[in-house]
């Protein structure tokens, strides 16, 4: 498991590409996704989770669908038009900024 430090930047890219790469998700289904795709490295808590959607919802970046499954409420959330389009952002952010830490961490792969 990687520390809170260092996930905490990250885990908003992370929930906006599970998103992109499917129509709508729930709660567990993201925690469990991120879990089993980063082989269990990535350990999503509800307590991190949660405000985060919430904050993606309140900027119109995220819309919610609720639905019923075996008698219990499910909110589904997905990304919106705005999502979709901050999503690409974001993620373009990330991969040039885990580039620039490569850089600076291993120079002599970087220049090749």
Excluded: W
Excluded at 37 to 50: A, H, M
Excluded at 65 to 94: C, D, F, H, M, P
């Amino acid at each position: 498991m990687y520390s809170k430090e260092l996930l905490k930047g990250t885990l908003k890219p992370i929930i906006l590409q599970l998103l992109s790469e499917n129509e709508q998700m729930y709660g567990y289904e993201i925690v469990q996704a991120v879990k089993s795709r980063s082989g269990d490295k990535i350990i999503i808590k509800e307590g991190s989770l949660y405000p985060i959607l919430h904050s993606l919802k309140a900027e119109g970046v995220l819309k919610t669908q609720t639905q019923v499954v075996a008698n219990r409420t499910r909110k589904y959330y997905s990304l919106s038009a705005k999502g979709k389009k901050k999503s690409r952002e974001i993620l373009a952010e990330l991969e040039d900024f885990i580039g620039t830490v490569q850089n600076i961490i291993n120079p002599q792969t970087s220049l090749s």
